[in-house]
């Protein structure tokens, strides 16, 4: 009968975006996270550095002298100026770290994971 024969449908659909990817192994695909997460969590810091310091440049300007309006400001600008040197910092110890404990790379997570599977 017709209706029972086999019709070939060609490639089934294996998934949507990069998760249909099959050349993209899960290795790689968690180095595209990780690196996508750490880059946006840095622009968002440098974002909110820009705010924290504009924030304080206008306390200041609009300060006209009142000594607790010219604190809250320059606390602005110290908080932003800390959190940015923070974030800065932290990717450069874990640098530090990777190369002292002999991983150079440590944050390129697909060269981490090879030097594990050895």
């Given amino acids: 009968m017709?209706?029972?024969?086999?019709?070939p449908?060609?490639?089934?659909?294996?998934?949507?975006?990069?998760?249909?990817?099959?050349q993209g192994t899960g290795i790689t695909e968690f180095n595209k996270f990780i690196s996508t997460t750490i880059g946006l969590m840095?622009?968002?810091?440098?974002?909110?550095?820009?705010f924290k310091f504009v924030a304080g440049a206008i306390g200041i300007i609009s300060s006209g002298g009142d000594k607790?309006?010219?604190e809250t400001a320059k606390k602005n600008i110290t908080t932003g100026v800390i959190g940015l040197?923070?974030?800065?910092a932290a990717l450069f110890i874990v640098d530090l770290i990777?190369?002292?404990i002999g991983i150079?790379?440590?944050?390129?997570?697909?060269?981490l994971f090879q030097q594990i599977q050895q």
């Fill in 68 to 70: 607790a309006s010219l």
């Fill in 42 to 50: 840095t622009i968002i810091a440098i974002i909110w550095f820009v």
């Fill in 9 to 22: 449908l060609g490639n089934p659909l294996r998934g949507i975006g990069p998760l249909g990817n099959p």
């Fill in 98 to 100: 990777g190369n002292l």
């Fill in 85 to 88: 040197v923070v974030v800065v």
């Fill in 2 to 7: 017709l209706s029972q024969q086999e019709i």
């Fill in 104 to 111: 150079p790379n440590i944050l390129n997570l697909v060269e």
